[in-house]
């Protein structure tokens, strides 16, 4: 995909490329007659792209985000206490084929965000976008340098924003190779007991490089999750449940 194409949500400063992906989603949007939003079809083009805010996909039905593999990279310079994709009720997205990173802090070796990806619900709830049904495939997570990109690499919390323990269930994780996160690579949250429902995970990587905690932790019981990883490197547990039992 040419970048030529793109040059209307590129910005250039200090040398480096600014990549406006929450312009391109909006631009994707169509409104039904019930004026409910559907997504289209955004895709990233290749080459090296700094991203200064998170990427909002917010109260949307099936939009699909898909880069050049590994030749689209992402690199989040924002606010560190915020992750770089938002997900909040949108229902049926998929993500695909490309890298994420953060910017490494050398003077701290705090992650330069909360999480590549958050899966969440808006604190109030609108039923016409239950959060379900995401995709995410094929994506390098991670710097690889030995500090941390992010806190987690996905972070599943029905309540991050204030919303309600309903949905944001039944997703489905392939082919991630995960890196450069120092709590977890997943990480579902206390009080996300919805969260739990029907989740995969195949033929991951999650590699915690000596300096992450977990591999997959859940602070919410389990309900027909399946998860299949490589990897290791955890300086407490590959797998950690703090929650057993219904």
Not at 15 to 22: A, E, G, Q, S
Not at 84 to 106: G, Q, T
Request: charged fraction near 20%; glycine fraction near 12%; hydrophobic fraction near 35%.
């Amino acid at each position: 995909f040419s970048i030529y194409f793109m040059i209307q949500y590129i910005e250039v400063r200090d040398n480096k490329n600014y990549l406006d992906v929450n312009r391109m989603i909006e631009d994707s949007v169509i409104l039904n007659e019930d004026g409910l939003r559907f997504g289209g079809v955004v895709n990233l083009p290749a080459g090296h792209f700094f991203i200064s805010e998170p990427i909002r996909l917010w109260k949307l039905f099936g939009i699909k985000i898909a880069g050049q593999g590994m030749q689209t990279i992402l690199t989040y310079d924002g606010d560190r206490n915020l992750p770089v994709f938002d997900l909040r009720d949108v229902r049926y997205p998929r993500i695909e084929s490309f890298s994420i990173k953060a910017k490494l802090n050398y003077t701290d070796s705090q992650p330069g965000a909360k999480a590549a990806f958050c899966l969440a619900r808006h604190q109030e709830l609108d039923n016409n976008y239950n959060s379900s049904g995401a995709i995410l495939k094929d994506i390098q997570f991670g710097s690889g340098g030995g500090l941390p990109d992010f806190k987690y690499g996905i972070l599943i919390s029905s309540t991050e924003w204030g919303g309600p323990d309903a949905n944001n269930d039944i997703n489905m994780f392939d082919q991630l190779r995960i890196q450069g996160y120092s709590e977890a690579a997943i990480h579902i949250a206390p009080g996300s007991s919805q969260a739990t429902h029907s989740n995969t995970f195949s033929n991951c990587i999650f590699n915690g490089g000596g300096i992450a905690k977990y591999g997959f932790y859940t602070g919410s019981t389990l309900n027909r999750v399946r998860v299949s990883f490589l990897g290791g490197g955890h300086t407490v547990s590959d797998i950690y449940l703090a929650e057993v039992g219904g």
